[in-house]
């Protein structure tokens, strides 16, 4: 299982490293197509993409650790705190790549066009 484990930590460093690059070469592109703020929106969003799976994966590895190899308490705590660090550390970069708290994404989607006056319906 300590293999299974190394399995995923490549994984989940390989996701970190690659996506960045990809990122920052999808960013590269668009920045080559004259749009500076675009390109570091593409950037931005793409790495902390990457980022986001990237921890996912790590925590998958954390978790079959402490189940299969390393079962003491100790270990059950640490992984307690390696999860609720990770997950406000994800938390706080889907916030930041949606703009919105993701309880609220289905609001922000139906929102009415602000061109609209009130009591009007689209045209």
């Known amino acids: 299982m300590e293999r299974v484990v190394q399995g995923f930590e490549i994984a989940g460093v390989a996701i970190l490293v690659v996506g960045s690059l990809l990122a920052f070469v999808?960013?590269?592109?668009?920045?080559?197509?004259?749009?500076g703020r675009a390109a570091y929106q593409?950037?931005?969003?793409?790495?902390?993409?990457?980022?986001?799976?990237?921890?996912e994966v790590l925590i998958i590895a954390d978790i079959v650790l402490t189940i299969t190899v390393d079962r003491t308490f100790d270990s059950a705590l640490t992984l307690g705190l390696i999860v609720l660090v990770r997950t406000f550390l994800s938390f706080s970069l889907e916030v930041e790549l949606e703009g919105t708290l993701p309880w609220r994404r289905g609001l922000t989607d139906k929102r009415p066009d602000a061109a609209v006056s009130v009591g009007e319906g689209p045209a």
């Open 26 to 35: 999808s960013a590269a592109f668009g920045l080559r197509g004259g749009g």
């Open 42 to 55: 593409r950037a931005r969003q793409g790495v902390g993409r990457a980022i986001l799976l990237g921890l």
